[in-house]
């Protein structure tokens, strides 16, 4: 039997779990999110503006032209009230990120190296997908959920039976490390990537450009350094994969001219 104390620390987790549990846009997964819409929004809107005044902002009406168009198209069919702002960080880094609220940066480098607007869509509609999922929301409430988990095990081990605290902080460690927070990020990774395809489809891009997008991205990885987006979104034949499986049933779905 576990201690009362020890019951407890498992009922507030669980009851504090159920508050923070709500459905990813489009695949319905169950995402658990202790932080409101308005305090990220508010955080990413703080930080866009850090970011504003410290990196070189494009001013080349080409290229921000070229961002803002494409933006503009898929974040009106994101199915969000986010005020969308779209910059071009003037560095030949092959970069791009999105912070939550609508803040999405995109780096002359990345620019450079896509081939075509359907291309650019791509990254562009994945990055609305993060924002549109709440993934960057998503994250901050795993850390503090596996944290409070932390805390409820120190207490449980300050205050009991040693051998079941240690069982507990045995599971911790599991669910922490290996159950939690590690498969989170990839599986964000193909949820932004599928939300990322419907987006650009309902935009009007053909959704096949993300293999041609993804292919390149193999290539440029092989061998050398990767570039600074890739080793947070690392291309796979496994990720292309379901890329192509994926394309059919949205195209048929979503795709309109
Ligand atoms: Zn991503």
Known sequence: MFPCRLKCAFLCFL???????????????????????????????????????EKPISKDPALVGQVRGVGKR????????????????????VNAFALPGGNIFVYRGLLEMVDNNAQLATVIAHEIAHVKARHGAE????????????????????????????????????TS??????????????EADKIGLILMAKAGYKPEAAIAFWGKMMEK???KQPPSWLSTHPPSSRRLNKIREA??????KYYRK
């Open 15 to 53: 009851l504090l779990f159920a508050a923070g549990c709500v459905q990813a846009p489009h695949t319905d997964r169950s995402q658990f999110i202790m932080v409101s819409r308005s305090q990220t929004a508010a955080m990413g809107q703080k930080t866009a503006e850090k970011i504003k005044q």
């Open 139 to 174: 994250r901050m409430s795993m850390q503090m959920g596996t944290n409070l988990l932390g805390q409820l095990a120190q207490a449980a081990l300050d205050m009991e039976n040693p051998k079941v605290a240690r069982t507990f902080q045995q599971a911790y460690g599991i």
């Open 177 to 190: 490390k290996v159950g939690v927070i590690l498969p989170y990020s990839r599986t964000q990774e193909y």
């Open 74 to 93: 898929i974040s009106e069919k994101s199915g969000t009230d986010y005020s969308w702002e779209f910059n071009v960080i003037d560095k030949d880094t």
């Open 247 to 252: 394309i059919p049933e949205i195209k048929s």
């Open 221 to 223: 990885n092989k061998g």
